[in-house]
């Protein structure tokens, strides 16, 4: 998986480049780990995220679930349909901050 980290500001976009499965959970993680550590201001890009395995939801539970308040997780955006529908059979999504596009996900970030 290519994983593209940029600066909007005060918020990191972490831009996830194929699908998140199984094989290619270490360079996400190792992305978010050398990222600037603080990661209630860092937006998961989605948008060229096809599709996700069981592994993949995991992580995403791990690294943005409910368990975390608010203020500590990071959010997720530009998720494909594929992507949305896997998370809303699993009952994943309600747990999750997740929005439409990367725009209104920095804008949440600035309040």
Same mark, same amino acid.
Request: proline share 5%.
């Given at each position: 998986?290519?994983?593209?980290?940029?600066?909007?500001?005060?918020?990191?976009?972490?831009? /996830?480049? *194929?699908?998140?499965?199984?094989?290619?959970?270490?360079?996400?993680?190792? +992305? @978010?780990?050398?990222?600037?550590?603080?990661?209630?201001?860092?937006?998961?890009?989605?948008?060229?995220?096809?599709y996700l395995d069981s592994n993949g939801i995991e992580?995403?539970?791990? /690294?943005? *679930?409910a368990h975390l308040s608010p203020h500590q997780r990071?959010?997720?955006? +530009? @998720?494909?349909?594929?992507?949305l529908e896997a998370l809303e059979l699993t009952d994943?999504?309600?747990?999750?901050?997740?929005?439409?596009?990367?725009?209104?996900?920095?804008?949440?970030?600035?309040?």
């Amino acid at each position: 998986m290519k994983v593209q980290t940029q600066q909007q500001g005060n918020v990191t976009v972490v831009g /996830l480049h *194929g699908p998140l499965i199984t094989d290619e959970l270490e360079d996400v993680r190792r +992305a @978010l780990q050398t990222g600037n550590g603080d990661l209630r201001r860092t937006i998961l890009d989605m948008s060229d995220v096809p599709y996700l395995d069981s592994n993949g939801i995991e992580l995403l539970l791990e /690294l943005c *679930g409910a368990h975390l308040s608010p203020h500590q997780r990071p959010k997720m955006a +530009a @998720l494909s349909e594929t992507c949305l529908e896997a998370l809303e059979l699993t009952d994943v999504l309600p747990r999750l901050d997740v929005f439409d596009t990367v725009e209104n996900a920095i804008r949440s970030c600035q309040r």
